[in-house]
């Protein structure tokens, strides 16, 4: 099962602040909800790769690619090849503030996880992330979508 999901938010905080977030792995931890712990792994295929441990599991993620400061690109590596896909964020300066969207990109392999996959939405997290962020941030935010 593959799907293309995207969820796009304008944020009252500067892109340039927006971005320093997004790429600063260290702090996630203080403002993401779901993430208990971030280390840096070794490098896969030369691109930078760390560990998440949430309250679901531990996950290793690759920055596919980083076109500062507006195109980040990452791919996840499920250790038990349950799913694959990517995130790519865009964010662009905006009458005050910045637009972000996140457009995931996914294969769920695993056929009890595509079954459970029909009844959640697959924008939940990312949904999440971005209010998480924008929590962050101080900052107003609204969905365009």
């Known amino acids: 099962m593959t799907h293309t999901v995207s969820r796009t938010i304008l944020l009252t905080t500067p892109s340039r602040t927006v971005w320093e977030a997004l790429t600063d792995r260290r702090a996630m931890p203080s403002w993401r909800r779901d993430l208990l712990r971030i280390e840096r792994v070794a490098d896969i295929a030369g691109h930078e790769a760390w560990l998440e441990s949430t309250r679901f599991g531990r996950v290793v ?8 400061p507006n ?3 990452l791919r996840i590596h499920h250790p038990r090849k349950a799913f694959e896909g990517t995130w790519t964020f865009v964010l662009d300066p905006a009458p005050g503030g ?3 969207t996140i457009t995931e990109s996914a294969t769920i392999h695993h056929p009890l996880m595509r079954i459970l996959g029909r009844f959640f939405d697959p924008r939940r997290t990312m949904t999440q992330y971005m209010m998480d962020l924008a ?3 101080g900052s107003q935010a609204r969905f365009l979508d």
Do not use: S
């Not at 993620?61 to 500062?68: G, M, P, R």
């Open 135 to 137: 929590r962050h941030l």
């Open 98 to 100: 910045a637009r972000l």
């Open 61 to 68: 993620f690759e920055t596919v690619e980083c076109q500062a």
């Open 71 to 73: 195109r980040l690109v």
